[in-house]
């Protein structure tokens, strides 16, 4: 065996990544062609890489890292419980300290009756957990046939299955034979892109109106679920339009569905409340956590069930679970991690005064030449790149070209941000400061200037 350190230069653990391991989401040709990134540390938000060099993660990681980098207390409390009980499972009439803090503390946490928990490993299965949950559920009320699950195109709801059938990804769906059967996608609410002539507002009706259009088409009594993000994520952060969810709301009270509130992304802090349902005004049946829960130092998530469906749930056996449900080490870090965010006054902290601060520097973007519009919700932003901003014009280039230059110049200018097709987006930890965002803006402006003069160097500033 080889010591494999962080002491090998660049170039031979780059040789070794690409002998043997198969990363997700990532084009082989490019990868051969640049070789990966190595991450090495990283502290606050800040991440160094295998040469060295520092970059701002105004990503949080993907979109988790929320009390940032660098947390010993995590650590600890990982270190503490695997010496204490390093596993133990939750099935078979069995439980353990972590996994019923945890699930205390969940309940405490999130709105309304919101209060059982089904642990899950992550997003994903939390989501395929969800598929089965509604539709074990209608089944135990007498309606077997009440099994449709509607999503949304360009949502994002993980990456098994069930719950990439569940999300509205083109390019998911044209590998492996998705979506699954009895799921049934509605347009998004994205009204930069798609919203045409209209104005925002009717434009957020309208998408909203397609629910109870297909729920009609469907048939209510085989309808039984609607999912939905309560701002997109790896969609672009799309914020909709503030007609949006009241109509939703509107629409979901007149009928006999339930509502899950995806907030993998939203959920903890990132919207400015402890859940992003509350910031968008929704009131789910269930939600999904993952991401922020654990603030990333250990992979785990779940399904935070109302008590109606738990009680129903409870008459039978549900025939589902996983080997790592309520993980003892994962829930240890993951209330651990809630101290922090509840102590030390974190979500509050982002609503006053960082979420604020962020979006007079977000939306201070807007004034570039190759920017359209800047968004922002909480703690997520996205700007759309245009070549027309008076048009809100595409490229006429690839979709995804534009953003991958501006993506390739804020790495270069310590800066990691992701892109969207051509919409650049930020989720940064929480704690980020305020001398940090102003960094972060400086940034991403010196990269959208080199991404401007190289689009313009390359004749690629042509509307499509
Ligand atoms: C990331 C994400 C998921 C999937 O979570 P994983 O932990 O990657 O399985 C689900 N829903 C949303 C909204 C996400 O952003």
Redesign the pocket.
């Known amino acids: 065996m080889i010591q494999i350190s962080n002491h090998l230069p660049t170039g031979e653990l780059q040789a070794l990544d690409s002998a043997h391991h198969m990363h997700p989401f990532t084009h082989g040709a490019d990868l051969a062609a640049n070789g990966p990134r190595v991450i090495t540390r990283a502290r606050g938000v800040t991440l160094t890489d295998s040469e060295g060099r520092d970059y701002l993660d105004a990503m949080a990681g993907?979109?988790c890292v929320n009390i940032g980098y660098g947390r010993d207390e995590l650590a600890d409390a990982a270190a503490r419980q695997m010496r204490e009980l390093p596993y133990y499972n939750t099935f078979f009439q069995t439980t353990h300290v972590p996994a019923i803090a945890l699930a205390n503390t969940l309940a405490e946490l999130a709105p309304g009756d919101l209060n059982h928990v089904f642990f899950a490993g992550?997003?994903?299965?939390a989501?395929d957990t969800n598929i089965r949950m509604v539709r074990t559920y209608w089944a135990q009320k007498g309606k077997p046939d009440k099994k449709v699950i509607i999503g949304r195109r360009n949502g994002?709801?993980?990456?098994?299955v069930g719950?990439a059938s569940l999300g509205g990804m083109r390019g998911m769906h044209a590998q492996g034979g998705l979506p699954i059967p009895d799921i049934h996608h509605i347009d998004q609410p994205d009204w930069w892109s798609e919203g045409g002539e209209t104005s925002p507002g009717e434009f957020g009706l309208e998408r909203a109106r397609q629910l109870e259009r297909a729920i009609a088409e469907i048939g209510e009594d085989r309808v039984a679920a609607f999912i939905a993000?309560p701002v997109q994520?790896?969609g672009g952060v799309i914020v909709p339009p503030e007609t949006y969810w009241p109509e939703i709301q509107r629409i979901c009270d007149a009928h006999d569905i339930l509502l899950i509130a995806?907030e993998?992304?939203c959920g903890f802090g990132r919207t400015g409340n402890w859940f992003g349902s509350q910031t968008v005004g929704w009131r789910p049946h269930i939600m999904?956590v993952?991401?922020g829960l654990s603030s990333g130092y250990a992979?785990i998530?779940g399904s935070i069930v109302c008590d109606e469906v738990a009680e129903v749930l409870a008459h039978c056996e549900f025939n589902h679970g996983y080997t790592y449900s309520g993980h003892p080490v994962a829930c240890a870090v993951a209330l651990e991690n809630l101290r922090i965010l509840r102590e030390e006054g974190i979500v509050d902290r982002v609503a006053r005064e960082t979420a604020p601060y962020l979006e007079k520097a977000w939306t201070a973007l807007a004034d570039h030449p190759l920017v359209g519009e800047a968004r922002l919700k909480g703690m997520m932003g996205s700007i759309a790149l245009t070549p027309d901003k008076t048009r809100r014009a595409a490229f006429a280039a690839p979709a995804g070209s534009a953003g991958l230059i501006c993506r390739e110049a804020c790495f270069e200018n310590g800066l990691v941000m992701r892109h969207v097709g051509d919409r650049m987006i930020i989720s940064p930890p929480l704690v980020i400061s305020q001398a940090e965002v102003d960094t972060l803006a400086d940034r991403a402006a010196k990269a959208l200037d080199i991404a401007h003069s190289r689009l313009r160097d390359e004749g690629l500033m042509s509307a499509g």
């Open positions: 993907l979109w992550s997003g994903s299965e989501n994002y709801h993980g990456s098994s719950s993000e994520g790896a995806d993998v992304i999904t993952a991401k992979p998530g």
